[in-house]
């Protein structure tokens, strides 16, 4: 019998000197190497483990090679929600990530004009294709819409008061509380109306010599029903107009093209909030724009330019990749016809449940392989959404997969079969629901990279509950 003290490992420079650590040093260098034999060694005397040589080595280079993974990488989206939050929402088009990799690789015009030979102005490069696709004077540019938000109330209702209904107090996402924006943004609250009905004399009642601005805040992720009243944009524009008082209409998700013509439910446009006759109008770039993360303020040319003079925009503006992108995608919008084959926002849009349900049948083989016999998998109808609070309530008809135990198995055997998916080299992504785990194939585009990797899906026992 073994005695603890009898086990046997090798010295460090015993294992530098293996050939499977000289491939590791001349990938991850001498040091990172030597740092990674001390600490699978420092590991194995805890254990009081014999391990030879080359597993001593293997294990290092295992440990380099894990470290040297990228954190950000590649999932597979089969929540059935396309533009994710948490999955990095919009997928962006060939056309800007030509763009962006251009911008990346060479100095560019940035800043500068290149005819004069004079400083210029960033937002110049997007500023005229804004004008031109949503009717508004002028655009300026910014890190994302709470950015946007922000630097409106900073300019506009500094020390003042900016009256919002309390129906649209909205919450975003955790961080995102409108009231802790505005207080952020040195601009005072003044909610009107109640939480379910809000009156224009509600508004009359609340303005005077304080008011900064009044605003309308896209209810994005939630929707009062029954027993309520709004006054509409265009009221509360023509009231706002009367008492010389901008009106903002913060959007959120921002389209500038009318959803219905590919039989989605149609939500407001940009152009339509501007036409109600909003003085600003604020968007996210990555929402239903289907962009680089961007935050967009467009309208008033007078707004507009206190706006891009306020310091904060300095720390907000956007960098020359996200506005190379931004640039490729609102070109598409030129020839909206060809949206849903160029912008992939679109195209996921347009997916047919037709097309959809015949995936699901393809794969419905290939995951009964992979899994086995003791899981349960079906075929079936479902319904996705748009996402980052664009449409709350309105799903496209989608369809997916089920996956459940076959027979009554412990209580976590969906949550570990999740799991399994997750720790897949491309991750996929999916949702538990009732005790199922569910597929929604909307976002599954490229299909063999789906199929591809399932064999090395490791799939627990099922142990049956007692
Ligand atoms: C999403 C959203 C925001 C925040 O936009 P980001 O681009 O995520 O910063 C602000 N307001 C509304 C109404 C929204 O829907």
Redesign the pocket.
């Given at each position: 019998m073994e005695r603890p003290e009898d086990f046997r490992l090798p010295s460090v420079d015993q294992v530098l000197r293996s050939t499977v650590c000289e491939l590791a040093s001349a990938r991850h260098g001498r040091t990172a190497t030597t740092d990674a034999v001390r600490a699978v060694l420092a590991r194995l005397r805890d254990d009081r483990a014999s391990v030879p040589l080359d597993a001593v080595a293997q294990r290092a280079l295992a440990a380099l090679e894990d470290a040297d993974q990228p954190s950000q990488r590649p999932v597979i989206n089969l929540t059935g929600t396309v533009l994710h939050?948490n999955l990095g929402r919009a997928l962006l088009p060939d056309e800007a990530v030509q763009a962006v990799s251009r911008a990346m690789r060479q100095p560019t015009n940035l800043e500068y004009d290149v005819e004069s030979g004079r400083r210029g102005e960033r937002d110049d490069h997007v500023r005229g294709l804004i004008r031109e696709l949503t009717g508004a004077e002028d655009a300026v540019l910014v890190n994302?819409?709470?950015?946007a938000?922000m630097l409106v109330l900073n300019t506009l209702a500094k020390d003042r008061e900016a009256v919002v209904s309390r129906g649209e107090l909205?919450e975003?996402g955790g961080a995102?509380r409108m009231p802790d924006i505005m207080a952020r943004a040195g601009a005072r609250l003044r909610e009107v109306g109640t939480t379910n009905r809000t009156h224009l004399r509600d508004y009359a009642d609340a303005i005077g010599p304080e008011t900064g601005l009044l605003m309308k805040?896209?209810t994005?992720n939630y929707v009062v029903k029954g027993f309520t009243a709004e006054v509409s944009a265009t009221e509360l524009a023509g009231f706002a107009s009367q008492h010389g008082l901008p009106f903002v209409d913060?959007?959120?998700?921002g389209t500038l093209v009318d959803l219905a013509r590919w039989g989605l439910q149609h939500e407001r446009t940009v152009q339509d909030a501007l036409g109600a006759g909003a003085d600003l109008v604020t968007f996210?770039g990555?929402?239903l724009l289907g962009g680089p993360?961007a935050?967009i303020v467009a309208g008033r040319k007078d707004l507009v330019a206190r706006l891009a003079k306020n310091p904060l925009k300095r720390a907000l503006r956007l960098d020359k990749l996200r506005l190379a992108a931004l640039e490729a995608v609102l070109k598409l919008y030129r020839d909206p016809d060809s949206l849903p084959k160029r912008l992939p926002t679109l195209r996921l849009f347009t997916r047919t449940q037709i097309e959809l349900r015949a995936l699901a049948e393809r794969l419905e083989p290939k995951l009964a392989g992979a899994l086995g016999s003791g899981w349960a998998i079906k075929p079936l109808d479902l319904g996705s959404q748009i996402g980052?609070?664009a449409l709350p309530l309105e799903t496209m008809p989608s369809a997916g997969l089920s996956m459940r135990p076959a027979e009554r198995a412990s209580g976590r055997a969906v949550e570990d079969l999740a799991a399994a998916f997750r720790a897949l080299p491309l991750p996929v992504i999916g949702r538990i629901k009732e005790g199922a785990l569910l597929f929604d194939l909307r976002c599954l585009e490229d299909e063999a990279a789906f199929t591809n990797q399932l064999n090395g899906l490791r799939v627990g026992e099922l142990h049956a509950s007692s």
């Open positions: 939050t994302n819409n709470a950015a938000v909205i975003i995102f805040v896209h994005s913060d959007l959120g998700s996210s990555d929402k993360q935050g980052s609070g």
